[in-house]
């Protein structure tokens, strides 16, 4: 069975550093990807998806994400936080042409001034 | 304007009552989805329809009832509510299968 694994259940970055999220896979074909951020009391938004074309994905709000296949990783970065970044987290990944989405555990991002 | 709208927003309720969440979505989407995101933020789906037929069922028990009277719309109706029942439930949709979900702003349930 397809499943996504996030390293690290809380992040927390100065303002202005580079942000990291760790996103791993597993799954005997190249799955569709996605990052998703949910911010306080909120429902969930798209940041990006991979969807087996380019393996840089550039997302909403600054943020991007490289497909690794030798690695099945998917890890979401962005080269300079804002406090506006802090939020949940979230990696799916579903299964090549279904209309199914696993969800990773999630990370919460912490930014501090 | 709203694209996944979802009612109420919060509801509070004995254990042992039945209820119902609302979804409605204008995007003109084929299909919609019922997730449930636990007290440590773990969502799984639960449902999902596409043209009012229920594609996905993951081991939900018999107690939750998704009901899609058009495609615009999917309820989840919740008979003999259980305190394990608390949690978050968020509605999506995507224009076909395997396309991009787009949520709802969620329904906090809570069972005393």
């Known amino acids: 069975a397809q499943s996504v694994t996030q390293l690290g259940s809380h992040v927390s970055v100065s303002e202005g550093a580079l942000v990291l999220l760790r996103c791993n896979y597993s799954s005997s074909v190249p799955p569709y990807l996605f990052w998703y951020v949910q911010y306080p009391n909120q429902g969930l938004q798209l940041l990006l998806k991979y969807t087996s074309a380019a393996t840089l994905v550039k997302g909403i709000n600054g943020f991007e994400a490289e497909f690794k296949k030798s690695e099945t990783s998917f890890h979401l970065t962005k080269p300079s936080a804002h406090m506006s970044d802090a939020a949940e987290y979230f990696c799916a990944v579903s299964p090549t042409n279904t209309d199914k989405l696993i969800f990773g555990t999630g990370t919460r991002l912490q930014v501090f001034p | 304007d709203t694209a996944v709208s979802q009612t109420p927003k919060y509801l509070v309720t004995q254990m042992g009552n039945d209820k119902s969440i609302k979804c409605e979505q204008n995007?003109?989407?084929?299909?919609m989805y019922w997730y449930k995101q636990d007290s440590k933020k773990f969502l799984k789906i639960m449902f999902s329809y596409n043209n009012k037929e229920l594609i996905i069922n993951e081991t939900v028990p018999n107690r939750f009832s998704p009901k899609s009277p058009d495609k615009a719309h999917l309820n989840l109706h919740i008979n003999s509510l259980e305190l394990g029942d608390s949690a978050v439930y968020f509605c999506?949709?995507?224009?076909?299968?395997?396309?991009?979900?787009?949520f709802g702003p969620g329904t906090r349930l809570t069972v005393l």
């Open positions: 999506a949709s995507s224009l076909r299968t395997a396309d991009t979900q787009y």
């Open positions: 995007l003109g989407h084929d299909t």
